[in-house]
């Protein structure tokens, strides 16, 4: 099977007996190592001997003293966060229960720290797969994307390779995503994935430079709705079907989870019976129907309804999903 992503660190974990992920020494120096902590040619010795203990002991307790001799005040401020984010690691008994914990605790952690460990959670999940497409449409929970729309297709490229594309000047879907948005875009073959070039991927896999058609029917969608399943299943321990819809019926909408900010907002209004301008709602771009086949999964009195799901781009074509809506605004009868 492909090992994708190994940029990110999943292969310095450890799993425990539940399958759920263990920080090791490893993982921990992986992020010692980077470029906030590691240090330069400027760094003084004391910076250095710091660094150099963590390497040799990921775990050691670090005072308040020994950041203090640092010399450089970024470098130092740099240590306080790393340290705070290392002991909150260490506290849960698997990443997934830090994450979780996240959110439950509003635990402050820089947002690059966040979005690794949803990429590293969905590594796991994804282990052993073939199917790039569903790599690929895992990367939406952990990278902001830009959308387009051309001729009826919704089309989602990763955001920062749009802008560093439109820098350079290069053409192709992802470039022309930018500099074009009001235009039609010009495609290259190999740039939308589909069903018949999605092994593509395992090639690009760390470069991000794929584009996800997510119109209900196309192979892009179905991916997504089963990261979706699995996501939910992992965090939650219940099974759950999902499927696009291109509505929500009126007599079957009891609950809905918004998985961006502005889904959110808009079918909020939606639901309350307000009124959502027509360019607002043309930025909807994937409505989907949760169903648990167990009933006892969910709350009684929602016990037996489908659970609809949104997904919307921003004003500015950007699409920031919040797969921590999963955790924590699903009608569940119970949380593991």
């Known amino acids: 099977m492909p090992d994708f992503w190994k940029d990110c660190g999943y292969g310095l974990l450890k799993r425990a007996g539940d399958g759920r992920l263990v920080v090791t020494d490893d993982y921990l120096r992986a992020y010692y190592q980077r470029p906030e902590l590691a ?15 963590l390497m040799a002991e990921p775990r ?21 966060v790393m340290m705070r984010f290392r002991d909150q690691l260490l506290a849960a008994p698997t990443l997934e229960a830090f994450y979780f914990d996240l959110f439950r605790r509003d635990i402050a952690v820089p947002p690059d720290f966040i979005h690794h460990t949803v990429q590293v959670i969905l590594r796991g999940l994804l282990d052993g797969t073939d199917d790039a497409l569903q790599a690929r449409a895992a990367e939406l929970f952990f990278r902001p994307q830009r959308t387009t729309v051309k001729d009826g297709a919704v089309l989602l490229a990763d955001d920062a390779t749009v802008e560093m594309h439109a820098a350079a000047g290069l053409s192709g879907t992802i470039g022309q995503l930018l500099k074009e948005t009001q235009t039609p875009v010009r495609t290259v073959e190999l740039d939308v994935l589909d069903g018949k070039n999605s092994a593509e991927y395992w090639r690009r896999d760390s470069r991000f ?9 196309r192979p892009g969608c179905a991916a997504f709705a089963r990261v979706l399943e699995r996501w939910i299943a992992h965090f939650h321990g219940t099974r759950v079907s999902i499927s696009s819809v291109r509505e929500i019926p009126d007599e079957e909408w009891v609950w809905h989870v918004g998985l961006d900010a502005e889904a959110t907002e808009m079918l909020n209004e939606i639901y309350d019976g307000g009124d959502v301008e027509e360019d607002r709602m ?13 009933p006892s999964a969910l709350r009684p009195e929602i016990s037996g309804s489908a659970v609809f799901l949104g997904l919307a781009a921003a004003a500015d074509g950007r699409l920031r999903m919040k797969p921590q809506n999963l955790l924590m605004n699903l009608p569940l009868a119970q949380r593991t």
């Open 39 to 53: 240090p330069v040619e400027e760094s003084c010795a004391a910076e250095r001997a710091l660094h150099a203990s």
């Open 60 to 80: 050691r307790k670090v005072n308040e003293r020994e950041i203090g001799a640092v010399a450089d005040a970024d470098a130092r401020e740099n240590y306080r």
């Open 209 to 217: 430079d794929t584009v996800l058609n997510l119109n209900p029917g």
């Open 282 to 294: 043309k930025r909807i771009i994937g409505l989907f129907r949760a169903e648990f086949p167990d």
